[in-house]
C-alpha cells in the first residue's frame, strides 16, 4: 500500500467537511462580492433605480443568487447601508488616531463623517426598516456595534493621552453620532456643503475632554481666586 506523502493535507479534497467549507468559503466571497457591487449602485441610484440584474452583471453572477444570499432587493439594500456605516466608523477613528489634543481628536472625527455620504445611506435604510420591520434588528445590531466601538476607541484615547473627558465614553460615542447623523441629514436637505457640516458639528458638539495642561491651569485660577477670596475675607 502507497504511503501518504508527508506533505499531503491530512483531509483530502473528498472529505465531505473539506467540501463544505469549501462551499462556506465560496458563499462568503460571493456574499461580499454582492455587497461591493451593489453598494455603488444604491448610492448613485438609489433603491427603486437599481435592479437585482444590475447587481449580480456586475460580479458576473445570476439574480439567483441574490435571493439566495440576501432574500429580497430591501435586505441587500440595509445590509449595504449598514456595512458602509461601520467602514466609515473604522475611518473616522482610524483619521483620529494621530491626534493629540481633544480638539484635533474631534475635528479629526468631524472632517471625515461629513465627507461621506455613508451616512445618508444609512438614513435611508433606517427609514426602509420602519416598513420593513423585519430588517430592524439588523440595523439595531449595526448601531449597538457603532456605539461600543466608539466608546472603546474613545476611552483608549483618553487613557493614552492623560486628558480628562467631560462625559463617560458611552455617553460621548452616542452624542457624537446622534450628532453627526442629524447634521448630516439636515445639511443633505440644504444642499450644504461638507465644510459646512464639519463646522456645524464642531459648534454643535463643543469641547469633549480637558488636557493635563488646561486641567493644570484650571487648577492654577482656581487656587488664585481662592487664594484672592481669602485675602478680601481678610
Excluded at 108 to 116: D, F, G, I, K, Q
Amino acid at each position: 500500500m502507497a504511503k501518504r506523502p508527508v506533505h499531503e493535507p491530512l483531509e483530502a479534497a473528498g472529505d465531505p467537511k473539506h467540501a463544505a467549507r469549501a462551499t462556506r468559503s465560496a458563499g462568503r466571497k460571493m456574499r461580499s462580492l454582492l455587497l461591493d457591487a451593489a453598494s455603488p449602485l444604491f448610492r448613485e441610484r438609489g433603491l427603486s433605480g437599481t435592479a437585482i440584474t444590475d447587481i449580480a452583471a456586475a460580479v458576473d453572477a445570476f439574480p439567483s443568487q441574490i435571493t439566495y444570499y440576501f432574500r429580497t432587493k430591501e435586505a441587500l439594500f440595509v445590509e449595504c447601508a449598514c456595512r458602509e456605516l461601520l467602514y466609515l466608523a473604522r475611518a473616522t477613528e482610524q483619521a483620529a488616531q494621530k491626534a493629540h489634543t481633544p480638539r484635533d481628536y474631534t475635528r479629526a472625527l468631524a472632517e471625515t463623517v461629513t465627507a461621506s455620504d455613508s451616512v445618508a445611506f444609512f438614513a435611508e435604510a433606517l427609514a426602509l426598516t420602519r416598513r420593513r420591520q423585519d430588517l430592524a434588528p439588523l440595523v439595531e445590531r449595526t448601531i449597538e456595534r457603532l456605539h461600543s466601538e466608539g466608546a472603546r476607541a474613545y476611552a483608549g484615547q483618553v487613557a493614552r493621552h492623560g486628558w480628562r473627558s467631560l462625559r463617560a465614553p458611552d455617553e460621548s460615542s452616542r452624542r457624537f453620532w446622534a450628532v453627526a447623523i442629524g447634521i448630516i441629514l439636515e445639511g443633505y436637505a440644504m444642499g450644504r456643503s461638507p465644510e459646512a457640516l464639519c463646522a456645524e458639528m464642531l459648534r454643535v458638539l463643543g469641547e469633549q475632554a480637558k488636557t493635563a495642561g488646561d486641567i493644570a491651569r484650571l487648577r492654577l485660577v482656581d487656587e488664585r481666586g481662592a487664594s484672592g477670596n481669602s485675602n478680601e475675607e481678610g
